[in-house]
């Protein structure tokens, strides 16, 4: 982790009796499952009388206790309404740490206790006449920076990077959806998270889910708490779909990842950090219902199952189920989450999670075509083009298990693994081919999918900091692994002779077996890709402003395609990605930085003579400044970045069609992508949050026998503004909080380059109402102005092309009780 201190957010957690705690923890047996599970990162002890500088005014106690969480490095949690209205003295001079918050908390009436996972917790003081005194405390430079229940839409630290990290310290592009930006907002899948968030784009599949992309290139992988896993893969099926009910927050790096995950992956990388049992028993019910039948209801309970704290548990149960704007297509998904984290020792956490998200849908699959002179059909949205037999399941179970030793307070060791089994399976109707202006020429497509795939990662690492030479250093060096095989079944048939304007919805009655029948047609097919690497960076720290950081990964990478009676491999031995970066601090709340590495990305394409084409290469260097405002309430940045990629394959048209009947292929092509992007979230003034984030990306084609000066990503859009601010009104009207935000970006193109696809502008808006201190009601209404806009997605004349959801609202009840 960074050497300097991150400050810690307060959080708001609500009680509730252990014994029933335990009962509702035993709604799900999967909780109990023998198997060890990783707790959030457990604060190392350290003396109490260490002595800090501080420097903090006097004001509002909530602002005072972010100070002293940066100055002091130490984690203050605390209900909002504890501190809401209460002021403090403010500390100034040099004093122990605990000292120093008795200090703060003169005269408030409130006491610090000490919290089983390190730090403090404060709590109402002794009733009047009484002393109240601090308990024995444990103060930690270090610790897992959860978002759950801080009320704020930043976070002090990621641990995307293997350690926890204030984000000003990291020389890359950081985006953290916390849980209360995503509970405001009403997101509840991956593709919510990705859709809000600046430089990202996420490209509608032929189904369910998004391909996600940043910066104009795809996000091949998902970390699961630090474990990297292939994703962006169409035989998965649900293309990166994932519920969010299971995490606490997101955390998005820009740029190219080759450092944390290996092969692939120039895009960026995207950590899905799950919820934990904490040191306070809490629950929260939440009931919603919405617009199209849209009704849901959720459990989400955790905290202590013993005496001492040092076993803790959270269990989520969420059902939602869902008409939709487009006829004939529904959804019912249902998420199970249980989770254990056991302290060992006062430096050993061990813990199990696993969940299970299981889905059944009439969906509508590749949406609809285009005229075929390109125009628009313009069709109603609430058009479906499939069949009442369209069906699809989708059952995806995800173990997660790791142990987290520390050896003292500046070591640690942590070894994780994630296990993922996914099936999806859909049978349906799709409708394809441009159609005349009368709608004729259409084809019926019956499909038939049976995708089952199992996942295995594994990540280990070491960590520390330490002085040599007069100088602050940290290092990491760890070692990971993973691997992705799959069997697949996939048929079809088409039939002719439709027309858009009359479709079929009641055609024969058709299974994956009967399709295969009619056509003759049953792909069987598996994929095999393993990777793994070393890695290690190494963070100097000349003088107390500059930091320089170096390091690299060597990685191994094997790939097995099996189908059609042949197999692809290719196979990429000791790959070296370097990674270098700098940091300086311009002042105590602002810092520059520039970074620069590699991207090798294995290609399967063959050359004239049969031999595969070497990796494209790519080089990324990004250039901006940091700050962290407000005690650390506000997070802004400013970027300018650039990837270059060279030896992407192209057709060799000097071979003629020398390779199967068509054009082999050589490594020659190039691309760029480049642009400006400027961010900022938190508390920016008093009782606002907001999330502003600004994209200029510009993709081209540098050379390509087909495309030369032509843009390269045709779904990212030149100017993107992803912007929502939530504001609690003051005084006699803070029970009502207001929120509104605006999704808008320019221009593309279609995946064809046939027609253009019109930027658009699409308003959202929210109220709250805080009844009581255990009951909220909110009602959000999205797309206010019910703009008609397609969605970027994988578009040509001939399908793929998806209306954007029209306004809709959704009502959510949330109730917390205080028992």
Not at 74 to 95: E, N
Request: charged share 20%; net charge neutral.
């Amino acid at each position: 982790m960074s050497s300097r201190p991150v400050r810690a957010a307060a959080f708001a957690r609500l009680s509730l009796p252990r014994t029933r705690l335990s009962a509702a923890l035993r709604l799900l047996p999967l909780a109990l499952m023998a198997a060890p599970w990783p707790s959030a990162v457990h604060a190392q002890a350290a003396a109490t009388a260490r002595t800090v500088a501080f420097s903090i005014p006097a004001g509002p106690l909530s602002a005072a206790l972010g100070a002293f969480g940066v100055q002091a490095g130490v984690m203050v949690a605390s209900d909002p309404a504890l501190t809401a209205s209460a002021r403090t003295d403010g500390v100034s001079g040099t004093y122990a740490v605990d000292a120093a918050l008795e200090r703060l908390l003169a005269g408030t009436g409130l006491q610090a206790v000490a919290r089983a996972e390190g730090g403090y917790r404060l709590r109402q003081g002794a009733a009047p006449g009484q002393a109240a005194t601090l308990a024995p405390v444990t103060v930690t430079g270090t610790y897992n920076p959860t978002t759950d229940g801080t009320g704020s839409y930043t976070s002090p630290a990621v641990t995307i990077g293997k350690t926890t990290q204030a984000l000003k310290d990291i020389p890359q592009s950081i985006t953290v959806l916390t849980r209360q930006r995503m509970d405001d907002q009403n997101m509840t899948s991956l593709p919510d998270a990705i859709n809000n968030t600046a430089g990202m784009v996420g490209v509608q599949g032929v189904g369910a889910g998004v391909a996600i992309n940043a910066r104009g290139f795809p996000v091949d992988l998902l970390q699961y708490d630090g474990v990297a896993l292939l994703r962006n893969s169409y035989s998965l099926g649900n293309w990166e779909q994932d519920s969010l009910v299971f995490y606490d927050r997101v955390e998005i790096l820009r740029g190219a990842a080759g450092l944390l995950q290996g092969a692939g992956s120039p895009g960026g990388a995207v950590n899905l950090v799950r919820k934990r049992g904490g040191a306070e028993p809490s629950v929260v019910i939440t009931g919603k219902a919405g617009s199209w039948d849209h009704y849901g209801l959720q459990l989400d309970a955790g905290g202590p199952l013993n005496a001492a704290g040092t076993l803790r548990g959270r269990v989520v149960v969420d059902e939602d189920q869902s008409h939709s704007y487009i006829d004939y297509v529904w959804d019912k998904t249902r998420n199970l989450y249980a989770a254990l984290d056991y302290d060992i020792t006062e430096n050993t956490t061990v813990g199990l999670g696993v969940s299970n998200r299981y889905s059944r849908s009439r969906p509508m699959i590749v949406g609809y075509p285009r005229f075929a002179d390109g125009g628009d059909i313009d069709l109603p949205r609430s058009t479906f083009t499939g069949s009442t037999w369209n069906r699809a399941k989708n059952d995806q179970t995800i173990l997660n298990a790791d142990v987290t030793h520390r050896f003292n307070e500046a070591w640690r060791f942590k070894l994780a693994g994630v296990a993922m089994n996914e099936k999806n399976t859909t049978v349906h109707q799709r409708v394809a081919n441009a159609v005349q202006r009368d709608g004729s020429g259409l084809s019926y497509g019956d499909f038939g999918v049976d995708f089952n795939s199992k996942q295995r990662g594994l990540d280990m690492s070491v960590s520390g900091n330490f002085t040599a030479l007069g100088m602050q250093q940290e290092v990491v060096v760890g070692a990971n692994y993973s691997k992705l095989t799959t069997n697949d079944r996939f048929t079809r048939a088409w039939e002719e002779g439709g027309n858009i304007f009359d479709l079929d919805h009641h055609r024969p009655w058709q299974d994956i077996d009967t399709i295969a029948a009619a056509s003759g047609y049953d792909s069987r097919s598996n994929y095999d890709i393993r990777q793994k690497g070393v890695y290690g960076t190494w963070r100097i720290k000349p003088t107390e402003s500059l930091a320089l950081i170096g390091g690299g990964r060597v990685g191994w990478f094997d790939y097995t395609y099996t189908g059609g009676g042949s197999s692809t491999t290719s196979s990429t031995s000791g790959k070296f990605i370097p990674y270098a970066g700098i940091v300086y601090s311009l002042t105590d709340n602002w810092s520059a930085y520039t970074s620069y590495t590699t991207v090798f990305e294995p290609q399967t394409e063959r050359s004239l003579g049969g031999s595969l084409l070497k990796p494209i290469e790519g080089n990324n260097y990004e250039v901006g400044v940091k700050g962290e405002l407000a005690d650390g309430r506000i997070n802004t940045s400013l970027a300018v970045f650039r990837y270059d990629q060279k030896n992407r394959a192209v057709n060799d048209y000097d071979a003629g069609f020398a390779c199967d009947g068509w054009y082999c292929s050589r490594a020659s092509g190039k691309v760029r992508s480049q642009g400006v992007e400027a961010e900022i979230s938190g508390e920016v003034i008093q009782g606002l949050e907001l999330y502003a984030g600004y994209t200029y990306n510009t993709t081209k084609y540098l050379d390509d026998p087909d495309n030369k000066g032509k843009v390269f990503n045709t779904w990212t859009p030149k100017h993107m503004l992803r912007l929502w601010a939530n504001y609690k009104l003051p005084g006699m009207m803070n029970r009502l909080s207001v929120g509104a935000g605006v999704n808008t970006q320019t221009d593309t193109i279609s995946s064809d380059r046939e027609f253009k696809l019109a930027g658009f502008t699409i308003w959202n808006a929210r109220v709250g109402y805080q009844a009581t201190p255990e009951l909220s009601v909110a009602l959000n209404v999205n797309n206010v102005f019910d703009k008609k806009y397609y969605v970027p997605s994988y578009n040509t004349l001939y399908s793929n092309n998806y209306y954007g959801q029209p306004r809709n609202v959704m009502l959510t009840v949330r109730y917390a009780p205080k028992l």
